[in-house]
């Protein structure tokens, strides 16, 4: 089992940047790649941007540009670092691992409000 607690969601003005991390725990051995994904009120979850073991990347066309996701692996931490925040922004976001045998762990979500 793998567990994810995720930090530092907040609110924050539309063009502020915030930085949100996500420490793994357990048997983070089978963790290959490592996920952001984010659900607004009334919507369905969706991927914001995902990075595999390797350090390959990619993003939601939505937040190209202005959202990196990085990777430290020694502190088995994933990042995602958001500039130029939009109100649409706003959502709860969740860190995702993807584990051997399509095994797949959730954070418990941290929100991100940006008032316009």
């Known amino acids: 089992q793998v567990q994810l607690v995720e930090s530092g969601g907040g609110l924050v003005q539309a063009g502020g940047s915030l930085r949100l991390s996500c420490t793994a725990s357990?048997?983070?051995?089978?963790?290959?790649?490592m996920a952001w994904y984010r659900q607004a009120p009334g919507k369905q979850r969706e991927l914001v941007a995902v990075?595999?073991?390797?350090?390959?990347?990619d993003y939601a066309d939505s937040v190209k540009g202005r959202f990196t996701i990085s990777r430290d692996n020694a502190k088995n931490t994933v990042s995602l670092q958001m500039s130029s925040l939009l109100a649409e922004d706003t959502a709860v976001y969740y860190c995702?691992?993807?584990?051997?045998?399509?095994?797949?762990?959730w954070g418990q979500g941290t929100q991100v409000t940006v008032s316009s």
């Open positions: 357990g048997s983070i051995f089978s963790i290959n790649s």
């Open positions: 990075i595999t073991s390797g350090g390959s990347t």
């Open positions: 995702s691992a993807f584990g051997n045998f399509n095994a797949r762990y």
